[in-house]
């Protein structure tokens, strides 16, 4: 015999209650058919009575709601006919029995805890008779005649003896169908309306199952199995295959929805397996729960949480040493039918957290500090501090029994993204790691872990990428044709969760769609600003995320502090951060190290050419960098190998800008500024404290030029043309080429215009290509040499692409 429970959303439509009628009529065995209330009825029943309670007339347009609800209901899944007709007659009666009720309820203002239970037994026994009738030769049983409930702590619970004797009884010969309405029940005592609790109808399922032997409890919702985290929340969990009663108890227990935890105890004393299948989609497995499941793969099974969890922290002194304190907390709160679901307690003794629901919070603390009053006042304890706000979230898997290091692995995660563990638990059975982290956190903490845990299938990375001008533009594209290969071969996924530029920003968990981010952008974006940003980026609070700045602003590189603080890293392709003032620049890279994620700024010198990270493996690994020469600016090599009798100086610097090597401002190229700001990140890397103001430079265009506009400097330069190209010819005769050389030597920064003769290594540069000779202890006879692509959206952009990607492997 199979006991088979089907859930609100299962016979909430039209479609899925045909669904239930094709499951059930397949089934080639004795069958117990459980079922919920349609569909979000079982709300607006609570919903309808408050109101009315309220003395809201709405109420009735609430009731009318539930009335059409069903009779829609009767109307599309049985067919016209005798059947139909004795149907609605039974239907009707009850929604008019529901009516009178609810008008009593207006008219009196008063709902006793009695009425309510009343009121809500309606949609299982309304969804009960339209099923039954459903389902061909389905025989329909009252449920609230054999699950009895007694009253304890104020609760109705089960009384399992007197249930079981009497299910029994009902069922000493099983029909081939039988339909039981879940969750309701009866007072043994006085035979009032009970319930077995919200989501009581698995419940109602497992008791039958237990009592009757049955030889598996199905139980059919809506989703494809047990997933490993809640879906509405983590959208890469997947259904768990199989799991351990004890691992099913664990899971449930901590918020996991879809089994009703009280549900597994039943069935799992007496060994019956419970398989949680998709009415939606019959075909997937779905998961079985029973007694040894398979443990061979992760190291956890699944995640589970509760959101409104409170914190009730005792604390003093006067607890450390003495016997009975925690006694006194627990029996305090049981009498007062207060359930405790968390509790830590440092070996010390002088403090103890207590985890409960919000809405037990204030009479927690109100008994304790009746319960420890005297104390209180002698000054032995503190009164008793309830948090509030917080969330509770709990990793499970038998497999973590014995495994050395899933705390250290599961702290350090959460740790990294900035998530603080406010108390934490692990029983001793090891199945289980609790923790409670502030209810802001709560989505970040369980994607954070999903994903490091490899419970999903692929490590995900989350960019908001800020500047789409060409470099910014090529990353995206570059992001965008690479997605699938990195998805699919190194298990990463790259979510572009913002994009921005100087006017909209847009965000999105889901990650935007690179193949039209521009059109999304400009339609759905929000009006840009730097403290715009940071407020959404902060806000978002997302796991794993770093922020990409492909702009070169100095508002933008002033949000990093924050970002990094906030545990997110930072990727610049902008130089001014990392070329501010010392100070700054030490700052950041320190908040990056305390806080374990990464500011990497490769493409601040020589685009995508390996200079920064050179030297920084070369000084790790215990080099000194004794001397640095280096032709820096893409742009000025370009113009210098570019100026000719034919090309005159103004025209070099127009087609510098116009090929996309200058910056948008070509002065910051020609007044040594950036190259300037090379040297000192390069400097700095190596170990110098430098400044740009260190720096002495040797220009070769004259510092009025770069008084005024933009548009004075496009008139003024063609005044240099004659002289440079006087210049130029002297040098032709020498057989030489200019070179904008920035030298580190002892610590002190040169940037000058050279003349290079045939025989040194810059001569024969080519383009915009920048070169980096590195004079270290070991590279001494022969320095190192680094040579390429100086300048370039594309190759820029790569750099970015590689620093990403190096974070995505810490
Ligand atoms: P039913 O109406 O069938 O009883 P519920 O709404 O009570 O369904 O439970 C199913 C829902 O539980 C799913 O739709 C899903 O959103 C939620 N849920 C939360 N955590 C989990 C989890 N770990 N695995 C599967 N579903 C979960
Ligand atoms: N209908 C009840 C509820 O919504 C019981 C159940 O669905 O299991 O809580
Ligand atoms: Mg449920």
Known sequence: MKVLKFGGTSVGSVSSMLNVKKIVEAVDDKVIVVVSALGGITDKLIKTSTMAANGDSGYEKEMKEIVNRHIEMVYTVIPAGQKRE???????????????????????????PKTSATIVSYGERLSSIIVATLIEGAQWFDSRLFIKTEKKHNKHILD?????????????????????????????????????????????????????????????????????????VISTAYPITELSYVEAMELCNFGAKVVYPPTIYPVCHKNIPILIKNTFNPDAPGTIVKQEADHSSKAIKGISSINDTCLITMTGLGMVGVIGVNYRIFKTLAENGISVFLVSQASSENST???????????????????????????????????????????????????????????????????????????????????????????????????SFFLSEYQVLNLFICGIGTVGHSLIEQISSQQERLKRERGLMLNVVGIANGHKALFTRRGIDLSNYRQELDEKGIPS???????????????????????????????YKEFLSHNISVVAANKIAASSEYENYAELKQIARQRGVKFLFETNVGAGLPVINTINDLINSGDKIVKIEAVLSGTLNYIFNTISADVPLSETIHKAKEEGY????????????????????????????????????????????????????????PALDDEF??????????????????????????VALQEVGRNHPFYTLEGSNNIILLTTERYNEYPMLIQGYGAGAGVTAAGVFADIMSIANI
């Not at 927690?364 to 309830?386: D, H, Q, R, T, W």
């Not at 110098?688 to 070769?700: C, I, S, T, W």
């Open 529 to 559: 600003s730097p403290q715009v940003l940071q407020d959404e980026i902060v806000g978002m609070n997302i796991f794993n995320s770093v922020f990409v700045d492909c702009t070169a602003s100095p508002e933008i590189a002033g949000l």
């Open 725 to 750: 190209e006087a210049r130029r010819k002297v040098l032709e005769k020498e057989g030489k080429h200019w070179r904008f050389v920035a030298s580190l030597e002892n610590g002190h920064g040169v």
């Open 662 to 717: 200058s910056e948008p401002d070509p002065r910051i190229d020609l007044s040594g500024k950036d190259v300037i700001r090379k040297l000192v990140i390069l400097a700095r890397e190596a170990g110098y404290r430098l400044n740009q103001e260190d720096v002495e430079k040797h220009l070769f265009i004259p510092n009025e030029l770069f008084e005024g506009s933009l548009d004075d400097f496009w008139k003024k330069i």
């Open 160 to 232: 399992s003896e007197l249930t079981n004797r009497l299910v029994r009884e009902t069922f000493h010969e099983i029909p081939s169908i039988s339909l039981v309405p879940g969750f309701i029940s009866t007072d043994k005592t006085t035979g009032e309306v009970t319930n077995l609790g919200r989501g009581g109808s698995d419940y109602t399922a497992s008791i039958l199952a237990a009592a009757l032997d049955a030889d598996v409890l199905e139980i059919w919702t809506d989703v494809d199995g047990f997933m490993t985290a809640d879906p509405r």
């Open 353 to 451: 957290s207590i985890g409960v629901r919000t809405v037990d919070a204030d009479l927690a603390c109100e008994v304790l500090n009746e319960e420890f009053a005297k104390e209180i006042e002698m000054g032995e304890i503190s009164p008793m501090k309830a948090e509030s706000g917080l969330a509770t979230v709990a990793i499970v898997g038998e497999n973590m029994k014995h495994t050395p290091g899933i705390a250290g692995k599961l702290f350090g995660t959460l740790g990294r993204n900035g998530i603080n563990v406010i108390a934490c638990a692990q029983g001793a059975s090891e199945t289980n790691i609790s923790f409670v982290v502030d209810g802001a956190s709560l989505r970040k903490t369980l994607n954070v872990i999903h994903d």
């Open 86 to 112: 004795l149907l609605l007659d039974c239907v009707n009666e009850l929604l008019s029995e529901l009516k009178d009720i609810f008008q009593g309820i207006y008219l009196i203002r008063d709902l006793s």
